[in-house]
């Protein structure tokens, strides 16, 4: 294989070296700047180019950076046989990429957000500059250039949210750097104060022109709005749970900002809770009126993926989900489990809680426990209700490809209305709080949390017996015995932790769970601490299980817990639970009858202690030495 390569790059150097002429004809199959910008078409080109890297999806084929689940496992809702994965010991020789794919680095996943890297920033300044020109030359009219003009702002201030995120404060570029311009391109961080105010202006310039329609799976106003909220929540939360980090009048801007964002899509009338849960990430076409943007897959094309493979019941779970993440979801009589009147409220099987709990509870976990997850509760959420029947030994038929390997279709809803609701009401509470806005009304609870709520269900969750979860009252907002007895303290610079605000903060667990706002969510909160199983031991632990029966569906029962091993009698480490008392039962060989309770991951350890310098990654060596021998300093994150 070597030797044909050397032979096709020698044959090359060979015909280019005889065809000097050659090498001064434009490129087909390249942009050339000195032509390209002269219409809308090639605008729409080189703006496509920034979908895959925003709007990722499940990804393609192997591909996991940002997916759902398999990108997004390192947070309070997801725990792995032996010892956990934890936050990073010292500063990384490398935390940037050099490419325009979205890219998976180790340490990525611990901010969820983005990697140190400049490349896309440039490339939506060098198209703002361009557009300018084509306007000038008279390429674009006002409205083709305000459109594109607010799409390229709109990723750019996409590209400084998620680099902020990660590293606080980042250089700021609003225009591209000459290479010669030594003093711009190593220029030591601005404050990411400054740095988002930018953020913010790009933000209301896109959503004030971009077209409201610009075709199917293109952005449009709606999806600027979206995003907007998105961003603005996350920066908005953090100067209040991180004091000192930005002052309260931009805290109150930004958080105003998701507010007439949200107003803005909720207000349009497109949008609605038309569909049930499990149809938005199993279907393979956009389902219903609660997606805002899509991305689709089609085999044909050979634009596929292999989530939905990891949900398909046989391949393994880990990390899987965890008790702690089980419980916080509220019983369907919008109680906490501690105080709900349901019937087998405190019952923890599986399938007991399917008919329990909130829908989302049904749609996102399979009813028993399965061997197949390393805390043998398994994630089903991503794959329609077909592809889970094949994994049964009753089922001859073989599973087709859009359920197994990377060969899955089903289409993923990048950007839907639940979340732009649950943003809205959360800043809704937060300017109640801290920042002198109007309090929450029954009717915001209504247009937000109840309308999710109200979505429709399924024929199979009707058949089973699920039941839509009561709608949230103001007058009745549960007290949930876990934020009382919460490690944060009950206030925060003399603001009270409201029930309410408790209450939006688990919708939004329920919500979307395994989708990569877990940790965004816990940094931005300043409640990292819930990822210590020391003081959060339910993290430790899986499913309910009782290994004297065997469990309906894919049977699992006490000799089939390890795949391809049967528990040897004498193994008295092969298997523990825990009882609800917190007593550990490890198998001793005979006390088989005793083997029920909540199960222990096989060798299950916490992660190592972290700090408060994990809010924010640090600054590679590599970045640091790349400014030092250009005589350049770069300030580090602190604690690091």
Not at 491 to 499: D, H, R, W
Request: hydrophobic letters at 40%; charged letters at 20%; aromatic letters at 12%.
């Amino acid at each position: 294989m070597n030797k044909i390569i050397l032979t096709l790059g020698l044959l090359a150097a060979i015909t280019l070296a005889g065809c000097s002429d050659f090498l001064d004809r434009p490129q087909k199959t390249a942009m050339d700047d000195s032509n390209y910008w002269t219409s809308e078409s090639n605008v729409r080109l080189f703006v496509n180019g920034g979908y895959p890297n925003y709007f990722n999806g499940y990804d393609r084929s192997w591909g996991t950076a940002y997916v759902p689940y398999r990108g997004a496992n390192f947070n309070d809702d997801m725990t792995s046989a032996g010892k956990q994965s934890s936050f990073l010991a010292a500063v990384p020789a490398d935390n940037w990429y050099r490419s325009e794919s979205a890219t998976t680095i180790y340490w990525l996943t611990q901010s969820g957000a983005s990697a140190w890297n400049f490349g896309w920033v440039r490339k939506w300044n060098t198209l703002i500059e361009r557009l300018a020109t084509m306007k000038e030359n008279g390429y674009l009219s006002d409205e083709q250039f305000n459109h594109w003009n607010g799409v390229a702002r709109l990723f750019r201030g996409m590209e400084y949210s998620r680099l902020v995120q990660s590293f606080g404060d980042v250089p700021y570029y609003d225009k591209p750097v000459s290479d010669t311009d030594m003093d711009e391109q190593y220029k030591d961080r601005d404050p990411r104060t400054m740095v988002m105010d930018k953020v913010y202006e790009d933000f209301v310039y896109a959503m004030a022109n971009i077209r409201a329609n610009d075709g199917v799976n293109y952005v449009n106003k709606y999806v600027a709005a979206a995003l907007a909220s998105r961003y603005m929540l996350f920066e908005g939360t953090w100067y209040k749970y991180h004091p000192g980090s930005g002052t309260n009048d931009l805290a109150k801007k930004f958080l105003q900002l998701v507010v007439t964002a949200g107003d803005l899509v909720i207000n349009s009338g497109q949008y609605a809770f038309t569909t049930d849960f499990r149809s938005l990430f199993g279907s393979d076409t956009k389902q219903g009126k609660e997606i805002i943007l899509y991305r689709e897959y089609n085999a044909e094309l050979s634009a596929t993926h292999c989530i939905a493979s990891y949900s398909n019941l046989t391949e393994s779970q880990g990390p899987a989900a965890n008790l702690a993440l089980a419980k916080s979801f509220i019983c369907n009589d919008g109680k906490p489990w501690q105080s709900s009147t349901v019937a087998d409220a405190d019952n923890f099987e599986l399938k007991k809680m399917a008919l329990t709990r909130d829908p989302r509870f049904e749609a996102t976990f399979w009813g028993a426990p399965l061997q197949s997850s390393a805390t043998l509760l398994y994630v089903c959420k991503f794959i329609d209700r077909v592809g889970v029947t094949y994994s049964f030994d009753n089922n001859s038929a073989p599973r087709p490809p859009k359920y197994g390997s990377m060969t899955n279709t089903n289409g993923f809803p990048v950007l839907r209305l639940a979340e732009v609701v649950l943003n809205w009401i959360e800043a809704k509470q937060e300017l109640a709080l801290s920042y002198g806005g109007a309090a929450v009304t029954q009717a915001d609870l209504d247009k937000s949390i109840n309308a999710i709520r109200n979505r429709p269900l399924d024929e199979h969750a009707i058949a089973e017996g699920v039941q839509k979860t009561a709608p949230l009252m103001l007058a009745a907002i549960p007290d949930d015995p876990a934020r009382i007895s919460s490690a944060e303290a009950n206030t925060l610079a003399g603001i009270v932790n409201s029930p309410l605000l408790w209450e939006i903060r688990r919708e939004r667990r329920m919500e979307f769970v395994f989708e990569n706002n877990r940790i965004l969510d816990l940094r931005r909160w300043g409640k990292l601490e819930l990822m210590n199983g020391a003081t959060n031991p339910d993290l430790l632990l899986g499913a309910w299980c009782d290994f004297n029966t065997t469990q309906s569906g894919n049977d699992i029962n006490f000799n089939y817990l390890i795949p391809g091993k049967q528990i040897d009698k004498g193994d008295a480490k092969a298997l523990k639970v825990m009882k609800p008392d917190g007593t550990v039962v490890p198998y001793t060989g005979t006390n088989q009858a005793d083997m029920v309770g909540f199960y222990l991951p096989q060798g299950v350890q916490n992660r190592d202690a972290f700090t408060q310098r994990s809010y924010l990654m640090p600054i590679c060596t590599d970045v640091i030495e790349m400014y030092k021998d250009k005589g350049y300093t770069i300030s580090q994150n602190p604690g690091w």
